[in-house]
């Protein structure tokens, strides 16, 4: 009897092994969460997701993603959130007010997600095609009360332990208004400053400040190339290099612009090459087995409808109903362990809370 008994635990040890292997829904082996890469297609709703995937001659990286859920935008005082609101309640859970970045109406601060990753020991990281000041960025990193303050802005970035940021606005940080010149602030707190796509990629520094314009950088179809997808692997192989984990977040910002300039060629063009930055983060999971990868928007931009279009062309027209923001709810991505978490209807302050439950902070 003693020796069934033991063939019975082992067979069952066996059995719980081989079932912790199995691959998730996502293709990727079930294991803790090490790594979040969040990556916020800024304005891009439903519309411009399928417009771009009726352009593609393959499909899009975001078909890989095994569960979808929907999140409400809604700001604090507003119905129709703009991007700080919208990346305040992404990066901290919190509601505020439109134009506020980190805090709440009266100044008190709102912890983001990438700051209480810094206080476990991980690696952080922020990517993004605009300034690496503007609104969406900014709101994993600042607490001001106008979202314009950039040189306050870039202020707070020095209050930080984040490994890497890449994105434009150098004229944030030199040529300012109090004289302060950052770069210099930013080597000295052991930063290495680089300020072309070359030499970021060619870094092999463990904390790199990359600046890729003065300002915000051009439309993917006036001449800013791969510089997205480029930037964010770079970012995802030096962070992955602590044993720890790390938390990253990669903006698309510049669908936004095109929305609000209702137009259609750009708006795809941005979405695609979004796309193919999801695609690096998808890689990275695949292989990695214990990243999760959640791609969202902070709003809808443009109130974009499809009105026709041809799947055999890969054509489609589209119809703006605004210049401005919409308060349609917007699509939300998962991949990874955890995804599973994602799917259903949700605020989107409850990103930020499924992401530090999944981090087990």
Known sequence: ?????????????????????QPSDSGVKVREVR????????????????AAM??????????????????????????????????????????????ILGQDTLGNKFKSILEIAEEHGFATGLVATSTITHATPA?????????????DIALDFLKTD?????????????????????????KIRGYEVDTTLESILASDASKLAGFTAPDANP???????????????KAIDVLSK????????????QIDWAAHANDQPNLIEETLDFDKTIGAALDFAQIDGHTLVVVTAD?????????????????????FSTNGHTAVMVPVYAFGPGAEKFSGIYDNTAIFEKMVELFGF
């Open 1 to 21: 009897m003693k020796n069934k008994g033991v063939v019975s635990v082992l067979a069952f040890a066996v059995l719980s092994l081989i079932s912790c292997q």
């Open 35 to 50: 790594n979040i890469i969040l990556l916020i297609g800024d304005g891009m709703g439903l519309p411009a997701v399928y």
């Open 54 to 99: 009726t352009v593609s001659p393959t499909p899009l990286n975001l078909e890989r993603c095994s569960y979808v859920g929907l999140a409400k935008t809604f700001s604090l005082t507003s119905y129709i959130t703009d991007s700080a609101a919208g990346g305040t309640a992404l990066s901290s859970g919190k509601k505020t007010k439109n134009g």
């Open 139 to 151: 709101s994993f990193i600042s607490h001001q009360a106008k979202r314009g303050s950039y040189e």
């Open 162 to 186: 984040i490994d890497i940021f890449i994105g434009g606005g150098t004229s944030d940080f030199i040529g300012r208004s109090d004289g302060q010149n950052l770069l210099d602030s930013l």
């Open 219 to 233: 439309f993917k179809s006036q001449g800013r190339g791969n510089m997205l997808p480029l930037s964010a692997q």
């Open 242 to 253: 602590n044993p720890k984990g790390f938390f990253l977040m990669i903006e698309g910002s």
């Open 299 to 319: 709003h809808e931009t443009g109130g974009v409808t499809i009105t026709g279009g041809d799947l055999s062309k890969h054509q489609t027209v589209l119809r």
